[in-house]
């Protein structure tokens, strides 16, 4: 009869040998690994590197075909979920947000027109012309201050109250100098006791230049765009009275234009 011990120490070596075999004399080896089964951090990179040949080429069709091989089951969802989380972490996700927005809306890409050389203008000989005689010198003047450039102009700002909603919210949205909708700005947010913020055009099925921060009823908030833009203060949620009379707090919404 065996020795239970025998049979155990047996169990062990060939559970080593067998270790042994798989992890050092013939280790498994992955080669063209598929994006959908990368690991999950892995396919942030894989996303972030997406949004960036975007920004490059603004090939839309192409950023949706590599987000297809991730097998996301929404990937305009994903991308703006991945933006807001970097946003948080107070890294740049423009490229991102505005890839989320794009693929939100299906904006098609857009083709750059070809440029014509135009030729030279001929420039005409002036005939000399007299010497004019000298002119009294006149005092000098002071040189204007020049105005401040600002990122972008604040256009409006007003209570917004929402009977569906009813929720405490600062609500953001940025055109370009043409009036577009501008996803991809970064809004910061500040209170006394910290600081936040978001993107705009992570909601795309409301706005491409859409963006929104949930407020603390009876908080005051200032908030900013770019580095050259004075802050907007004294945000806190107004009051709202429903249509059945019951009273909830309501938003606040700013509309900005980036300069020309």
Do not use: H
Not at 146 to 165: H, I
Not at 229 to 236: K, S
């Amino acid at each position: 009869m065996i020795r239970p011990s025998l049979i155990l120490l047996g169990i062990v070596i060939g559970l080593g040998l067998g270790l042994l075999y798989g992890w050092v004399i013939s280790p498994v080896s992955y080669t063209d690994t598929r994006p959908a089964v990368l690991r999950a951090d892995y396919k942030d990179q894989y996303v972030i590197l997406i949004a960036d040949a975007y920004a490059a080429d603004g090939n839309l069709t192409r950023a949706g075909e590599r987000l297809a091989t991730l097998g996301l089951p929404a990937p305009a969802e994903a991308v703006a979920a991945l933006a807001q989380r970097l946003t948080a972490e107070g890294k740049d996700a423009s490229a991102l947000a505005a890839l989320a927005a794009d693929l939100g809306l299906g904006i098609a890409p857009v083709t750059p027109r070809a440029t014509v050389a135009l030729p030279p203008t001929p420039t005409a000989t002036q005939p000399p012309t007299e010497t004019p005689l000298p002119t009294a010198t006149t005092a000098p003047t002071q040189t204007p201050t020049a105005t401040p450039v600002y990122d972008f102009t604040l256009l409006s700002r007003e209570n917004y109250c929402n009977d569906l909603e009813r929720k405490p919210l600062i609500i953001v949205d940025v055109m370009d100098a043409q009036g577009n909708g501008l996803p991809g700005v970064k809004v910061t947010v500040n209170w006394a006791n910290g600081q936040d913020g978001f993107v705009t055009g992570l909601k795309p099925e409301i706005s491409a230049s859409y963006g929104d921060f949930a407020m603390d009823v009876g908080t005051s908030y200032s908030v900013q765009l770019g580095s050259r833009t004075p802050p907007v203060a004294g945000l806190a949620a107004p009051m709202c009275v429903a249509a059945d009379g019951a009273p909830y707090p309501g938003a606040v919404r700013l509309v900005f234009q980036r300069g020309g």
